[in-house]
């Protein structure tokens, strides 16, 4: 239907800390012309939004993973979503996790 759905959750973030930003994801098509249209990302103002992007289908696990140092400590929300950019999408997500690298 071109929705986009999805989830989010909100995680305390430290200023000057390294995060790693990651998920696995895979479609339940394998047609290579079609977009897949799979988004995790992260956003905690005035910084601007981290992402994570899948956008091709594929129907094997596909890992992806962003490392970002954060500017600003507050609450950030952690957004995943099907169907980004108004492309219709099947598949589905697995081991979604922010980590704090370091100490």
Do not use: C
Not at 7 to 18: H, K, L, P
Not at 91 to 99: A, D
């Amino acid at each position: 239907m071109k929705k986009m759905v999805g989830i989010q959750q909100i995680v305390r973030m430290n200023s000057n800390a390294v995060y790693r930003l990651s998920g696995i994801a895979r479609s339940l098509g394998n047609d290579k012309l079609k977009n897949f249209s799979r988004r995790i990302a992260i956003w905690l103002p005035p910084q601007k939004e981290k992402q994570i992007v899948w956008m091709s289908e594929y129907n094997h696990w596909w890992k992806k993973e962003l490392i970002f140092t954060n500017q600003v400590s507050g609450i950030a929300t952690v957004y995943i979503h099907m169907g980004y950019g108004g492309v219709a999408s099947t598949g589905e997500f697995t081991n979604i996790s922010l980590e704090r690298l370091g100490n």
